[in-house]
């Protein structure tokens, strides 16, 4: 069963930080389902996906909302807590 951040219509930096928070107590293998409207959504998530690590899995199927899946992973690169789209070099 996949673990579901419901995004609303919270726009995409909001959505990283949340979803950079959920991810960092999951264990490696959990899948999670990322519900958003944000029309960017679809460039953002694999592109933060691809910079920490974590694979993305694309779109799920849904109940007309967007929703996008991926895999958490635990050998992942560190993100800054209030700008995840940035690598920390700590």
Same mark, same amino acid.
């Given at each position: 069963?996949?673990?579901?951040? =419901?995004?609303? =219509?919270?726009?995409?930096?909001? +959505? /990283?930080?949340? #979803?950079?928070? +959920?991810?960092?107590? +999951?264990?490696? !293998?959990?899948?999670?389902? #990322?519900?958003?409207?944000? &029309?960017?959504?679809?460039? =953002?998530? &694999?592109?933060?996906?691809? #910079? $920490?690590?974590? /694979?993305? +899995? !694309?779109?799920?199927? !849904?109940?007309?909302?967007?929703?996008?899946? #991926?895999?958490?992973?635990? =050998? $992942?690169?560190? %993100?800054?807590?209030?700008?995840?789209?940035?690598? %920390? $070099?700590?």
């Amino acid at each position: 069963m996949p673990v579901v951040l =419901d995004g609303g =219509d919270r726009r995409c930096v909001q +959505l /990283l930080i949340e #979803l950079s928070r +959920l991810v960092a107590g +999951l264990p490696s !293998g959990s899948v999670v389902h #990322l519900i958003a409207t944000d &029309p960017a959504a679809p460039i =953002d998530l &694999p592109a933060w996906c691809h #910079l $920490t690590g974590h /694979l993305y +899995l !694309g779109a799920a199927p !849904g109940n007309g909302r967007p929703i996008y899946a #991926l895999s958490v992973r635990a =050998d $992942t690169r560190r %993100t800054e807590p209030h700008a995840p789209w940035r690598s %920390t $070099t700590a």
